[in-house]
């Protein structure tokens, strides 16, 4: 992906705070580059445990002449005493954010006829009261125009009985986006992205067909031009979750 000097990073986003949960991971780490490196935003990019993986990233882009502030962060959302501590702190750090990017989760099969309490409240607490929360103590360190997106799951249309906590936790996700829509518009639009499968650039897409219906699975950089649209699309759209199932769900 190449890499804009900040001089050259040009957009209303510019030097404007992204929050991002979840940032290590794959999609994560794709969404911060993008957000820093083409927007020229500032970054507080957060994790539950691995945190070198954004070293590594924040590195290879000062390498490449990238210099945003960028801000690493470690809590578990999950958590609600970690979560308010972690929100405290980003607080204290940042002003004038731009966009909220909710992709942290927890992802591991909790089937319906043996899921434990603990289990659905640990789901609910990091997809559903988390991402809620933030939006609730960052509200007001957001200027027009700012961005909340929620990172769903396709698979919320019809459920996956086999990951019932998982499922039943991320659709709260797309309450929100719409629920939220209608409160915070027209400065702030709120939206969902909701694949089924998204390639990593490094596998092949063949064994992935055999699980959808038709088309082709979603990879980053398609992410990435939604969340471009989402960014440029202006109060012309919100409260939209924007599908990207490669047609899983048509029969």
């Given at each position: 992906?190449?890499?804009?000097n900040?001089?050259?990073?040009?957009?209303?986003?510019?030097?404007?705070?992204?929050?991002?949960?979840?940032?290590?991971?794959?999609v994560?780490?794709?969404?911060?580059?993008?957000l820093?490196?083409v927007?020229?935003?500032?970054?507080?990019?957060?994790?539950?445990?691995?945190?070198?993986?954004?070293?590594?990233?924040?590195?290879?882009?000062?390498?490449?002449?990238?210099?945003?502030?960028?801000?690493?962060t470690?809590?578990?959302?999950?958590?609600?005493r970690?979560?308010?501590?972690?929100?405290?702190?980003?607080?204290?750090?940042?002003?004038?954010?731009?966009?909220?990017?909710?992709?942290?989760?927890?992802?591991?099969?909790?089937?319906?006829?043996?899921?434990?309490?603990?289990?659905?409240?640990?789901?609910?607490?990091?997809?559903?009261?988390?991402?809620?929360?933030?939006?609730?103590?960052?509200?007001?360190?957001?200027?027009?125009?700012?961005?909340?997106?929620?990172?769903?799951?396709?698979?919320?249309?019809?459920?996956?009985?086999?990951?019932?906590?998982?499922?039943?936790?991320?659709?709260?996700?797309?309450?929100?986006?719409?629920l939220?829509?209608?409160?915070?518009?027209?400065?702030?639009?709120?939206?969902?992205?909701?694949?089924?499968?998204?390639?990593?650039?490094?596998?092949?897409?063949e064994?992935?067909?055999?699980?959808?219906?038709?088309?082709?699975?979603?990879s980053?950089?398609?992410?990435l031009?939604?969340?471009?649209?989402?960014?440029?699309?202006?109060?012309?759209?919100?409260?939209?979750?924007l599908?990207?199932?490669?047609?899983?769900?048509?029969?």
């Open positions: 992906m190449p890499v804009k900040r001089e050259v990073a040009a957009g209303a986003f510019r030097d404007r705070w992204a929050v991002i949960t979840g940032a290590s991971s794959p994560g780490l794709a969404v911060a580059t993008h820093m490196s927007h020229g935003m500032r970054g507080v990019l957060h994790c539950r445990a691995h945190r070198r993986p954004l070293v590594q990233l924040v590195e290879r882009l000062r390498r490449q002449g990238l210099d945003v502030p960028v801000l690493i470690q809590a578990d959302l999950a958590d609600p970690a979560l308010e501590r972690w929100i405290a702190y980003v607080r204290r750090q940042v002003d004038h954010v731009g966009v909220l990017f909710f992709n942290a989760a927890n992802f591991y099969k909790t089937p319906w006829a043996q899921m434990k309490w603990r289990d659905f409240l640990r789901m609910m607490t990091l997809h559903g009261w988390a991402p809620i929360r933030i939006i609730q103590k960052f509200y007001e360190k957001m200027e027009p125009p700012a961005r909340v997106i929620f990172m769903v799951d396709a698979g919320i249309e019809q459920g996956y009985p086999a990951y019932a906590a998982y499922t039943a936790s991320k659709a709260v996700m797309a309450h929100w986006t719409r939220l829509a209608r409160v915070l518009s027209p400065w702030v639009t709120v939206h969902a992205i909701a694949p089924y499968w998204i390639r990593r650039e490094d596998e092949a897409s064994p992935v067909l055999l699980r959808i219906t038709r088309g082709e699975p979603a980053l950089v398609t992410l031009r939604a969340v471009d649209l989402i960014l440029e699309g202006g109060g012309a759209m919100t409260g939209q979750v599908w990207m199932d490669s047609g899983r769900w048509l029969g």
